[in-house]
């Protein structure tokens, strides 16, 4: 048994790391009375650490402590994606004048941000029904915290109390689905689900079969919940609007790789067959057809996502909407079900970071400058503040998915890896609703642009030289992605090993 | 009769749906997550009964317990948010709770 521990722990270095540091940060906020940005610090550094340690992952999947922890290159590379959004969450929060006005210990902030971070890297590799309630209740409740963190905001407090309650009904239900599958299947272990539904004794009776669908759609609901699937979206619009913008930018990417990380691992495992692997294409268990289930969720949830923001006068409540359809492209990777799918939602990963934490990044510095995030009151900036507006102006049409961005190739594997797999219908549904996103990315491009300052004031807004800085770093990587995709796509295609048992 | 296990899966899904049922007809929110208790312990109730006559093994015993820990950190930052809410409003009504517009 030490000999387990101690064989485990060899690859368990990013994760004690992230442990530590959430604990150091905690230790560090008690000890200093004075308000000082020191924990921001010492937890980018903690997680710096851990990302270093990352590289030394090993290339073939590694089960640890006795299956409940899979190290492999799936979840390395979401790793990669979740720790370097926290960091740059930690560097803008370093920014944020919403935070800085909040009395009290904002060291605590960090903290938490320490520990959503471990909990999402806990979930990319979780191999066990405990293991994945676990993670997602660390991080779950770390973020119902974080979504209520300017106390004297009373949309920061509604906000949070909608999330957790709906939060907890949604992990209540998907633990009722567990539970059944442990019932059907006698482990809680994902590659022992998976030999026991192989098998064929787990699922005799027509019964049976039955509380295995409801076992399925329990969960799925669960996840469905947390990466904002229609129609399990009602909480994303409000709890993206209250929280803290650092917050609501650190959800909406980092929050959703760890989910998608999580789900795929779960319906890859335990409900899929390797039978087909030559042509990179999986089949379910007894020909259940969850690849309909999932295409219809799937165009709901963007088809709902844009045209509902097209209605949106608030640009955060307007990038939840458009977080929702995106999380909607995505999942035709996961109903797709092939190494290609799953390749070209890990690259989309890559660009989505760029493109939404611009976004994000540029609607924050703006609030603190104007005190408004209503798209009207972003008249003339493009005069008044020019590398701001273009900027921003980039990262929607990245968002959008047009020429020459980031985001175009992000979907164009997407929308291809769909055709690849004869879902012709599912990528015309895609393409569509990339044409109606235009329209309400395109609405803040005309009053930036095409419209004066309401009072004809023209006198230019200046942004810090960070500030410029910053959105500059950001704007390289949305225009060279799109020509240089090609080491990243090596990235994720190399990456799509996933633990699965006899390995 | 004898106590079986369809008895126990009984008694859980009736639970479940009342906690189901409690979050969708309460409007204060104390009591919603009262509801998710319930079903946080149909869940419970549902691993133990499988663990016992099912797999014979203790992985349902053992998810349970971190279940309750689980539900009790939950209540924990639930009720302080609750808390927050109530200093504000003076209500913890969930409709009249309603100025981010939906």
Redesign the interface.
């Known amino acids: 048994m030490p000999d387990i521990i101690f064989q485990s722990t060899k690859h368990f270095w990013p994760e004690i790391t992230l442990a530590l540091t959430f604990i150091a940060a905690m230790i560090f906020e008690f000890a200093t009375k004075k308000r000082t940005t020191g924990t921001g610090i010492l937890v980018l550094l903690g997680l710096a650490a851990a990302l270093v340690q990352l590289p030394s992952a090993p290339s073939e999947p590694v089960s640890i402590f006795g299956g409940m922890y899979a190290i492999d290159p799936f979840s390395t590379f979401f790793k990669y994606v979740i720790i370097v959004t926290g960091m740059v969450v930690v560097l803008f929060s370093f920014q944020s004048q919403e935070l800085k006005k909040e009395s009290g210990h904002t060291g605590e902030y960090y903290c938490f941000i320490a520990a959503v971070t471990f909990g999402m890297v806990l979930m990319t590799g979780s191999s066990n029904?405990?293991m994945i309630?676990?993670s997602i209740?660390l991080v779950?409740?770390t973020s119902?915290?974080l979504a209520?963190f300017s106390?004297s905001l009373?949309?920061s407090?509604?906000?949070?109390?909608?999330y957790?309650?709906f939060g907890?009904?949604s992990s209540?239900?998907m633990?009722?689905g567990?539970?059944?599958i442990?019932?059907l299947t006698?482990?809680?272990d994902l590659s022992g689900i998976r030999t026991a539904l192989a098998s064929g004794h787990a699922v005799t009776t027509g019964w049976s079969f039955a509380a295995l669908m409801a076992a399925i759609v329990l969960m799925l609901a669960g996840f469905g919940y947390k990466v904002s699937v229609v129609p399990f979206h009602?909480w994303t619009?409000?709890v993206y609007?209250?929280a803290p913008i650092t917050i609501t930018a650190f959800l909406a990417v980092a929050s959703k790789a760890a989910v998608f990380a999580v789900m795929i691992r779960f319906f890859y495992v335990a409900f899929f067959d390797n039978m087909l692997a030559s042509t990179g294409v999986y089949s379910s268990f007894r020909n259940v057809d969850w690849s309909m289930i999932l295409a219809v969720l799937s165009v709901l949830t963007m088809t709902l996502g844009n045209f509902v923001a097209i209605w949106q006068d608030n640009l955060k409540r307007m990038l939840a909407y458009s977080s929702i359809a995106h999380a909607g492209y995505m999942l035709m990777g996961v109903v797709v079900m092939s190494n290609f799918g799953l390749s070209a939602i890990m690259l989309y990963f890559v660009m989505y970071f760029f493109m939404n934490l611009g976004a994000f990044y540029v609607v924050m510095v703006i609030a603190d400058k104007i005190g408004s995030e209503n798209i009207d009151d972003y008249r003339g900036f493009g005069k008044r503040a020019p590398i701001i507006s273009v900027g921003l102006s980039i990262f929607l049409i990245s968002l959008t998915g047009l020429p020459p961005t980031a985001g175009f190739v992000g979907k164009l594997f997407l929308f291809s890896s769909v055709m690849a797999s004869q879902f012709i219908w599912l990528a015309i549904v895609g393409v569509l609703n990339s044409v109606v996103s235009l329209y309400y990315y395109a609405r803040v491009l005309k009053n930036m642009y095409l419209r004066e300052a309401p009072d004809g004031d023209e006198s230019p807004i200046v942004f810090s030289k960070v500030t410029s800085a910053v959105v500059i770093l950001f704007i390289i990587p949305n225009i060279l992605l799109c020509f240089f995709y090609q080491p990243v796509l090596t990235f994720a295609q190399r990456s799509i090993a996933i633990l699965l048992p006899g390995l | 009769m004898t106590v079986g296990l369809t008895h126990f899966?009984l008694v859980?899904a009736i639970l479940?749906s009342l906690?189901i049922l409690a979050?969708a007809t309460r409007k204060n929110?104390v009591m919603?997550?009262m509801?998710?208790e319930l079903?946080?312990n149909?869940?419970?109730i549902?691993?133990v009964?499988?663990?016992r006559y099912?797999?014979m093994?203790l992985?349902?015993h053992?998810?349970a317990i971190?279940?309750i820990i689980?539900a009790a950190?939950?209540a924990a930052?639930?009720l302080a948010?609750?808390l927050?809410?109530f200093k504000?409003?003076q209500t913890v009504n969930?409709d009249q709770?309603?100025?981010?517009k939906?």
């Open positions: 029904l405990v309630y676990l209740e779950s409740i119902y915290i209520g106390k009373r949309r407090s509604e906000a949070a109390l909608k957790v309650i907890a009904l209540g239900i633990l009722y567990m539970s059944l442990f019932g006698g482990t809680l009602f619009p409000d609007e209250g | 899966l859980a479940f906690g979050l929110a919603m997550l509801g998710v079903i946080l149909s869940a419970n549902n691993l009964a499988f663990s099912q797999a093994n992985d349902g053992l998810f971190f279940v689980l950190a939950e930052v639930a948010i609750v927050q809410i504000q409003n969930a709770i309603n100025k981010l939906e």
